[in-house]
């Protein structure tokens, strides 16, 4: 069963603010691999999962046409409002049953969205719109991030973990398949060319305002949210307090930044 956690147009809207592209390492680690595996075409490139866009567009700069899919209505129109190049196009429909012919896809990607799908089916139509040579990467970013700034990064990232253990009361249990790293992922793949890295880390930059926003759009969060609105809210306001006064800061745009560690599965078709 797909979850939807996602749905709502406030969700969305956080998700437009607070979330970002795969970071630049990660991104490295995907074209030398594609380039390993020797891809040769880059006519249409897919980000299943892709939210409000942010994980679709560093495609544009290397496949003719990309296009981001999402169930959720609201995220695609929140990326469909938001800037893009004309190769980047938007829709909606569910990862288990993808518009795209057999064999026509050079590139399957997804970013902190796999976890969520029916994994069995959708490695199934992963297999099927993949061209006989074309790549899949499944990435997250994982539980284990660190708040970092200055030399405060120990404290802070303690204080991040209260709060995320606070928050995990409400987490769904497809979460499980990230705590696991993504082994789940790579052991559905369908291939006999894969493989699965666990040590990519990655620095993204935040401010403590745009860190928080960040910590909210967590879908454990956004379930806190709905059913304890007033829990949801005094916990961002605790984290708020301890953070600034950790960093002894008053600003909420003082930069703080989020270290992530990612675990990406990769395989290649090959027919
Ligand atoms: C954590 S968000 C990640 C979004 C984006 N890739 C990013 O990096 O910001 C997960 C996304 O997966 C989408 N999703 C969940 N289940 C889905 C399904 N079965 N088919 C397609 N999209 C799905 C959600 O609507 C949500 O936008």
Redesign the pocket.
Known sequence: M??????GKAHASV?HRY?FSPPEKLQEVIWAYLENKKVSSFQLAV??????G??TLWLAKRFEKVVG????EA?IEEAKQAAHPPNVSYLV????DLPFKDNSVDFVF????VH???IPRFMKEVQRVLKPSGCVVLATNCMDMQVHYKDCTGKLTEIFKEFRAEIFKYANEKVSRVEDDYKMVFDTLPFQDKQRITDIFGTVPFTVAGALGYFQSF?MYQTCLKAEPEVAKSLIQNIEKRFLEVMEVSSLETPVEIRFRHATVLGCKKS
């Open positions: 797909a979850a939807r956690l996602f749905e998700y979330r980000d299943v999962g892709s939210g409000s942010q994980s899919t999402d169930i959720s995220q429909c569910p990862a288990e997804s970013f902190a969205a969520w799908f029916d879908s």
